[in-house]
């Protein structure tokens, strides 16, 4: 047969090299293994051939590994079509079957795990609320398993701030629901929040990737000015000089966006601290920073420089101010007739809402496992706000993650579109409609949707909210809304991990640890901006003609959402007053985590705010 084989090769042009009696042994193999005659197996090696471009018409012994491959493919994908309902087991199917060996596996009959494996699928998706005998429903068909539906820990609590919760097998589990019925817990759904939101743009549809060199300066020198201002009017550093001019003796002020000389990250030799075009013609001088014991900073920073300049090549700081003074006046960009225009456009309040009082559950995408699209985790998470009936629901993107594998390859027959009308926006109507005129639901795109635009800052998505009664609001990205006069901040870009990878910073002396992830927070506090680094992260389409004022926030919100792959975290962190003695303006910095980690569940948050961010009570919640 090695005969066959040979005169087969030579017959189709194929010449065997030097190791010629392991390549014949080989291909015998083959064709016993597969069942292939002599004529087949060259046949399949020519296939083999122009898919990998070979060059040359020689066999190489070097290549029966690769053409094994080919040949086991081969083979398998005729079986599948064959039979199109046999299932080919993966290292995925392994893992699940021997993580749950204990649970599942038994010396029963064949048929006992089956059974048992539909029941589960069954019970997990059999919700307590079902309207129209449709709501809630996960899209999958029940006699799928999956991962998540697979998943032993529901609703547990991972952390808590002011806010009890029980103990069993020394995990911390949320209370047991009551047994009331559907229709008492209708009857007690809470009253209607306010709904103000605070500017409207970019608006849908608008005009994108049109930034010119002239946007970026007048972007970054408004900041800067506007830091400048802000130092003046606070009165403690009137006289501000230019940090190039050399000042031997005296010590000087000045204010400036820090910079590194060159790609790379910040170090000792790279800081650079660029002034205003008013002041220093925007020329930037080299920041010593040796004498401090303890600062922390990053590209785009806008900061306030105590120090002195011997040569006038370098400014040697001994002092760092890195936040905007409590006492200055609200940004008045925004004209007061513009800001009540908004309002009137777009409130929708109830005089009988409790003022500052707000009681909120918050997610952040993806909202399906990255195994399927059937939008397990989102379904699960309407079914819990459906028990707990919160005033406000904020679900920010990505919503149809362009990062999904199945999205990525194109392995999904509906458009993107459609899977966010299906999977996402049938779901809220449902649950609106189960809960009633009070609930409210607010939804921030992300730049990793795939069904919207691809550019930052973000509109707001597009869709018509005429037949929801406004309960269904459209957050531009990032966007500030006032709920029961609560104000709300939401971004859903990852500055938090883009800030930890370019910061810079040195601890004091005293050897004291700092909190990393409160800091990353107050930078965004501190610089009254959703997205302070500058250079941007090479992923973020920054386009600063559109709304460049959208980034910038004149006041510091109550409660602030940034979305992060970083570990979740509720804080309540300072956003000012850390200089000088100034009374302290705080805020709840909230990082609801990821809703779906992979094939496994992710987390949320739930939220009491009661007017003051000490008091308020939070549970990031295991789903």
């Not at 919700?127 to 005998?133: I, L, S, V």
């Amino acid at each position: 047969m090695e005969e066959e084989i040979k005169a087969e090769f030579r017959k189709s042009g194929f010449a065997l090299d030097g190791d010629e009696d392991e390549i014949l042994r080989k291909c015998l193999t083959f064709c016993i293994n597969y069942s292939l005659t002599p004529s087949d197996l060259v046949s399949s090696w020519e296939v083999y051939y122009l898919n990998r471009l070979l060059n040359g018409s020689t066999v190489q012994n070097a290549e029966m590994d690769g053409f094994l491959l080919h040949l086991q493919n081969v083979v398998k994908e005729s079986i599948i079509t064959e039979e199109p309902d046999l299932h080919i087991y993966s290292s995925k199917d392994v893992d699940m079957i021997l993580n749950n060996e204990d649970e599942y596996v038994r010396e029963e009959t064949i048929g006992t795990p089956t059974n048992k494996l539909y029941s589960l699928s069954s019970e997990q998706f059999d919700y307590e609320h079902q309207p129209n005998g449709s709501a809630y429903s996960s899209g999958k068909p029940s006699n799928v398993i999956t991962p998540f539906g697979q998943r032993r820990e529901k609703f547990a609590v991972k952390y808590s701030i002011n806010q009890l919760s029980t103990e069993e097998n020394g995990k911390k589990e949320l209370v047991a629901e009551d047994s009331e019925d559907d229709f008492l817990k209708k009857v007690k759904t809470r009253e209607r929040c306010s709904m103000v939101v605070h500017g409207t743009k970019p608006e849908p549809n608008c005009r994108f990737m049109y930034d010119r060199t002239e946007d970026r300066f007048r972007a970054l020198e408004s900041r800067i000015r506007r830091h400048t201002s802000a130092f003046v009017a606070s009165g403690v550093h009137k006289d501000l000089m230019d940090p190039t001019v050399a000042s031997q003796q005296k010590s000087i002020f000045a204010v400036g966006m820090i910079c590194c000389d060159g790609e790379g990250h910040l170090n000792d030799k790279s800081i650079l601290l660029q002034s205003s075009a008013e002041c220093s013609g925007g020329q930037r001088v080299r920041l010593d920073l040796q004498r401090l014991s303890q600062f922390s900073i990053f590209p785009g920073q806008v900061v306030g420089i105590e120090g002195n300049n011997p040569s006038g090549h370098c400014l040697i700081a001994s002092k760092i101010i890195d936040s905007i003074p409590v006492s200055v006046p609200a940004d008045v960009s925004l004209r007061p007739v513009k800001r009540q225009a908004l309002n009137q456009g777009t409130q929708l309040t109830d005089p009988s809402s409790s003022d500052e009082e707000l009681s909120v559950i918050i997610a952040a995408g993806p909202f399906t496992t990255t195994d399927n699209l059937f939008f397990e985790p989102l379904t699960e998470l309407l079914a819990y706000a459906s028990r707990k009936t919160p005033q406000l629901l904020i679900l920010l993107g990505p919503f149809v993650d362009s990062e999904h594998p199945e999205i990525r390859r194109g392995a999904t027959d509906r458009s993107f579109d459609e899977i966010f009308h299906v999977e996402i926006m049938r779901k809220l109507r449902d649950y609106v409609d189960y809960l009633g005129d009070a609930a409210r639901v607010v939804l921030v795109p992300s730049i990793r949707d795939a069904n919207h635009d691809f550019v930052f800052p973000q509109p707001g998505f597009d869709i018509p909210s005429s037949n929801l009664n406004n309960q269904i609001t459209n957050l531009t990205n990032p966007g500030i809304f006032e709920a029961n006069q609560v104000k709300v901040g939401c971004c859903t870009v990852d500055i938090l991990k883009q800030l930890s990878g370019e910061e810079m910073s040195r601890n004091p002396s005293n050897g004291i640890p700092s909190d990393r992830m409160s800091r990353l927070a107050y930078h965004i506090l501190s610089q009254r901006s959703f997205y302070p680094l500058y250079p941007p992260a090479e992923d973020v389409p920054l386009d600063f003609s559109l709304a460049p004022d959208t980034l910038h926030f004149s006041l510091i919100p109550d409660i602030l959402v940034l979305p992060s792959d970083m570990k979740y975290f509720v804080k309540v962190v300072s956003g000012g007053g850390r200089n000088d003695g100034e009374e302290q303006v705080k805020c709840i910095c909230i990082n609801p985590g990821r809703l779906a980690k992979g094939e496994c569940a992710g987390t949320f948050v739930e939220l009491h705010y009661n007017g003051d961010p000490d008091t308020a009570s939070a549970s990031i919640i295991g789903i």
